[in-house]
Structure formats: C-alpha cells, structure tokens
C-alpha cells in the first residue's frame, strides 16, 4: 500500500501562483508514475499533470500547459504542484496519485484550491 498526503491548497486571486505537495509514505519503491488530477463542483475529475518517477519524465494537459510545474523530490518521496498565473477555472480539490503507465492505483484525500476572479 501507499499513502497520499496532499497539503498546500488555498484561496488566492487570479494571476497568483500556489504549490502544492503531495507526501508519499508506505511501498513507494512500487511506484512508477504520479500525477494530478482535479475535480471542480459539478464536473467530473480531469487530469492535470504526470511525472515518471525515475526518469522525471513529464506530461501536462493543454490547460495548464505553460503556467504549471510538476515535479518530484524522490529522497523525500515527494510531489509538487508549481501552479502558476493561476485562472478562476483552476478553482477545484486537487488529488494526487501513484500507481504505474497503466492504472493510478493509490489517491490522497484533496486540497482545496479556489481562485478568485
């Protein structure tokens, strides 16, 4: 099992930059890949960004493409979030997650980022 500790959600106003981490703690040596997602009220959880944990390969969504950094500190077996130029459509619980190229299978419980306009 692993297990996800997301930290560093907020409110800020658009244009502001925010970073969130995401702790990992428990078989982390069985994780290839982490990303995150984010899910917005009424609308279904979306991808934002994924790294491979050895390589530090990386992909992003076309909406935070440019304005967002993921990456990772594989000492202290952390994700981050490097939110940048932040919009109002940002706003949303951000999840991280851990598992392999094929399924997430380990999530953290969310932090709230909200944007306002």
């Known amino acids: 099992q692993v297990q996800l500790v997301e930290s560093g959600g907020g409110l800020v106003q658009a244009g502001g930059s925010l970073r969130l981490s995401c702790a990992a703690s428990?078989?982390?040596?069985?994780?290839?890949?982490m990303g995150w997602f984010r899910q917005a009220p009424g609308k279904e959880r979306e991808f934002v960004a994924r790294i491979r944990w050895i390589t530090g390969g990386t992909y992003y969504a076309d909406s935070v493409k440019g304005r967002f950094i993921i990456s990772r500190d594989s000492v202290k077996d952390t994700l981050y979030l490097q939110m940048n130029s932040l919009k109002p459509e940002d706003t949303a619980v951000y999840y991280c997650a851990a598992g392999n190229i094929l399924r997430y299978d380990y999530w953290g419980q969310g932090t709230q980022v909200t944007v306002s306009s």
């Open positions: 428990g078989r982390t040596f069985t994780v290839e890949t």
